[in-house]
């Protein structure tokens, strides 16, 4: 791009607010770990499509649910999933310049309106020229038509997703599905204001980012969401709304590491085991949590992760040891119990010789050595010296 042009393009995004962020290292291992891998293992429905014209080998894919409680879009080989622009929700305003007067299956609503009017924040309604919002899901009732609920594994409307997208990391909502208003069920769709955040103002209404590049993640919990309070819903503009949510998308990819080695701590031990089930589907070991009934079968709620939790108990073996002597791992007495090294308050909770020393049974180290030649005589319960 010629640097006229660069200075003219980052120009516009400026008037529009447009802001996005560097892919971060553990999101970008994620990102080449699962094109490397090709189709996911673990497909919670497949069968779906990019574009009309392309092979139905997509699915939503659970392969990290277990490690890092997410769930993401991938084809088949090295493809993800494109971005196809959706305008729908409340039109106008001015963040709207007109992009997307050229599509031509807008909706005047997105599938979670009623929760964002019942926010009370002064819109009914999101607006995609403001909103960065993910198209996730897929309903519909022909026959034969593929259905994914996002809501059966533990995604919460309106809450936060992640988009890698035009080498960049942009957070955004889960706010509206795919219908079966169309020929066939397609994945990889955004509002406009976040496809312009990744790809700049050459997209519009009819007219999207075709390569099947782009990543969209969504996390299962309540934690995803950030409630009325949580984000800048009366925002005029996609900067002023997309930062707002900035805090809690950067704990949510933190979810994502670059290992998963089981926490321990002095009382217990979780391991998180990769081919975890459980019959509550996005409720399993490693799901996000707020209490134990967030919580499959027999799992708790434990550091905000569903886990299985075992107690450990150590032993701790302690030497007591006298000046004079040392004991041995098999020494006995006459009296069980209060041999060498037993708890005692007075001399007479001490078997045969023994004296009680710092509350302890021990060698009296203030007679005469010749006593130790001579036979111990054994002293029982209640005899006294």
Known sequence: ???????????????????????????????????????????????????????????????HLNDYNIIYIKGAGTAFANMD?????????????????SSGDT?????????????????????????????????????????????????????????????????????DENGDDGSKPVVGE???????????????????????????????????VPGASGANWAASN????ESSIEAKGNALIARIAGSTSPTTTSKTTTA????????????????ACSTNDDCSDDLVCTSSKCASTKVVTTTTLKTSTTKTTSAAATATCSWAGHCLGATCATNDDCSDAY?????????DSSLKSTRFSLPLRARGPGEHE
């Open 238 to 241: 996609y900067a002023a709304f």
């Open 85 to 101: 622009i959706d305008c729908d929700g409340t039109q106008g305003g001015p963040a709207d310049d007109g992009r997307c007067g």
């Open 1 to 63: 791009m010629h640097s006229s042009s660069r200075l003219l393009l980052l120009s516009c995004l400026g008037a529009l607010g447009v802001t996005a962020r560097d892919v971060p290292a553990n999101v970008r291992t994620l990102y080449n770990s699962i094109k490397a891998q090709g189709a996911c293992s673990n497909k919670l429905a497949t069968g779906f499509y990019s574009r009309d014209d392309s092979a139905n080998t997509f699915s939503y894919c659970g392969d």
């Open 272 to 287: 998180a085991t990769p081919t975890a089930t459980c019959s509550w589907a996005g409720h399993c070991l490693g799901a």
């Open 355 to 363: 004296i009680c020393t710092n509350k302890k049974c021990a060698v």
């Open 107 to 175: 909706q005047s609503i997105t599938s979670f309106q009623d929760t964002v009017a019942g926010y009370n924040k002064g819109i009914n309604d999101l607006n995609a020229n403001v909103h960065p919002y993910v198209v996730f899901g897929n309903e519909g009732t022909k026959s034969g038509w593929k259905t994914f609920n996002p809501q059966n594994y533990g995604i919460k409307p309106l809450s936060i997703m992640a988009v890698v997208c035009g080498d960049k990391l942009i957070y955004g909502v889960w706010a």
């Open 190 to 224: 955004a509002s406009i204001s976040l496809a312009t955040a990744c790809y700049g103002t050459s997209v519009n209404g009819n007219s999207g980012h075709d390569e099947d590049d782009v990543l969209y993640i969504a996390f299962p919990g309540t934690d995803a």
